[in-house]
Every structure is written in C-alpha cells, then in structure tokens.
C-alpha cells in the first residue's frame, strides 16, 4: 500500500507545472526590450510571448520575441 501511494505521489508531482520565472526577450526596428514573467510555467510563458506583425500605410511593423 504504501509503494502505491509513493508513486502516486510522484506521479502527480511529475505532472505538476514547473512554475519559475521566465524572459522574454523581443526586438524590434526600435531596439530590444526584455520582460520578466515572474511565477509561470513554460506553456504560461509561451502564450505572453509572442512575435507581432502589422502594416501601417503600406508599411510592416515586425517584433520578434523569444523566451529565454
């Protein structure tokens, strides 16, 4: 009972977020900005940082973004 319950417990750890804090470093024609993202886990991580793009009179604006 007690090696059933053990890996049952390390199971659920296992499949647990790893929640830290993460980097997301973007650039852009402007320069290069990096933001904190404090407490998440990598798929949270992934979702906030994300690459841009968009045209303004015929002109594309691009920001590109990785998570460091």
Known sequence: MK????LTALAGLSMA???KDRTCTCSS???????????????QAKANCISTSHTDNGVT????????
């Open 3 to 6: 090696k059933v319950l053990l």
């Open 17 to 19: 977020s790893c929640k």
């Open 29 to 43: 024609p402007n320069g290069t900005s990096t933001t904190t993202l404090i407490h998440v886990s990598k798929a």
């Open 61 to 68: 604006y691009s920001t590109s973004c990785s998570l460091n």
